[in-house]
């Protein structure tokens, strides 16, 4: 019997992004009444929990596969599907009374993934190896609108530890269209929000996952965190007047304008391009781990990666959009170099410097004067900015290469966390650093 099955990408760049806050090794599950579902159905199972602590909470994703014979009848499939469900509550439901005592803020996905396999009744387990040399027949199902308002028996008053329920597929369909932590976090919270509002009026508001997804990038939403940085970075005399792009899309969204989807189509590309830029920073300072002793050594590369990827689509739509504008600028400028400041648009704290190598590598914003400095300048930076939630300063040496037609970015990074200080104490460093600079200016003289 032949089932709808799909071929979707699995390592989508918010899927390899999660791995960096993975928080251990993947727990083995053992659910409770499987062993006659898979010995009535010719089925097997495998169970694993994935915690990853994201700079907003906790994220407990459950992860359950369901093996079946190829000739699998509809009407089995559901039946397994359903048994394996309940079970998975019944075990959510467990793990969340033995730990009562944790107070923090957390989501629990479960993503449920069904495959067809030749080796009926088989106890081997399937492992991510054999998986990657022959990908998996997976079977195209969802949860619908009917299994949430009938199926699916959870009190909706319970506003902790509710076990979000999604299809493989649709799962790794919303981490492609999200595409940041920080995007994925939201939206969990406003699709339980949709939950609980369908649950109260009793009117589905849960057409499908892609259509809820689409609703909330599309949404004013999506860029609320933004201006609130954007408002205080104006209080703190970071910039004068409120960024223009994140006003123009405010705008475009909030009246649903047909400059919505171009401004969203940027975001996403930029996003993207953002992340394969930090795959090749983290990349180069994984070798250079391996070939030195110096400090970099001691830095887990988990931590710088969290750092820049924690960035919301907006924050990396600005901090590609500063890298495009190099090649426009004019011919001294890209001879001599310069510095370009962006702030986070997703934590008020974190602080770019983008410094744009000059071509003559020896001036004063040359590459062999800038490199060997980058740790130096991130600490300058800080003790000058005068925001007091300040805690980490990100220093990008930024060199354009051409060759033939090709033009190559070419980035040396270093990630100054900061000790939190009080405006006062901030202030008292600026002016230390001020008399120490006067100080020596008059040696000199």
């Known amino acids: ?235 703190y005399k970071i910039q004068d007047q409120p960024n223009p792009a994140l006003v123009a899309m405010t705008l475009a969204y909030r009246h649903q304008s047909t400059t919505a989807h171009m401004y969203h189509q940027h975001m996403q590309q930029s996003s993207t391009l953002w992340s394969q830029l930090c795959s090749q920073m983290i990349e180069v300072f994984e070798e250079k781990r391996t070939g030195s002793h110096d400090k970099v050594q001691e830095v887990e590369l988990a931590y710088w990666q969290q750092q820049l990827l924690d960035e919301s689509l907006f924050s990396r739509h600005e901090l590609i959009r500063t890298l495009y504008r190099h090649p426009k600028q004019g011919h001294k400028l890209q001879q001599e170099g310069y510095v370009v400041h962006q702030h986070s648009y997703e934590s008020l704290g974190r602080h770019y410097v983008l410094i744009f190598y000059g071509q003559d590598g020896k001036g004063k914003h040359g590459k062999q004067v800038i490199k060997p400095n980058l740790e130096k300048i991130a600490q300058d930076v800080a003790t000058r900015l005068p925001i007091a939630e300040l805690h980490h300063v990100i220093v990008l040496g930024i060199d354009f290469i051409t060759e033939t037609d090709d033009t190559f970015i070419d980035i040396d990074l270093w990630i100054q966390p900061i000790d939190a200080m009080t405006q006062r104490e901030r202030q008292l460093t600026k002016q230390l650093q001020r008399l120490k600079q006067q100080a020596a200016q008059q040696l000199d003289k």
């Not at 019944?90 to 067809?116: M, P, R």
């Not at 860029?223 to 954007?230: G, H, K, Q, R, Y």
């Open 1 to 235: 019997m032949s089932h709808p099955t799909t071929t979707i990408a699995d390592r989508s760049c918010l899927a390899n992004a999660l791995t960096c806050y993975l928080q251990s090794d993947a727990v083995v599950i053992t659910l409770t009444n499987m062993q006659v579902i898979e010995d009535k159905y010719g089925a097997h199972y495998n169970a694993r929990r994935y915690d990853y602590q994201l700079s907003l909470g906790e994220l407990s994703l459950f992860a359950l596969t369901l093996h079946l014979p190829t000739n699998s009848k509809p009407a089995d499939i559901e039946s397994v599907r359903m048994a394996a469900l309940k079970s998975a509550l019944v075990w959510q439901k467990t793990s969340l009374s033995k730990n009562k005592e944790s107070e923090a803020i957390g989501y629990n996905v479960l993503v449920v993934d069904i495959q067809f396999t030749e080796r009926p009744n088989s106890s081997n387990q399937f492992h991510d190896h054999d998986q990657h040399n022959n990908p998996p027949n997976r079977l195209k199902h969802d949860f619908g609108v009917r299994y949430f308002e009938e199926d699916l028996i959870v009190d909706m008053n319970d506003s902790t530890g509710q076990l979000q329920v999604f299809s493989w597929h649709d799962w790794h369909l919303l981490l492609a269209m999200l595409q940041t932590p920080c995007a994925l976090w939201r939206f969990l919270a406003h699709r339980l929000e949709q939950l609980h509002d369908s649950a109260i009026k009793q009117r589905p508001s849960l057409v499908s996952e892609e259509a809820l997804a689409t609703q909330f990038l599309y949404s004013t939403s999506l860029l609320a965190p933004a201006i609130v940085i954007d408002n205080a970075l104006i209080k």
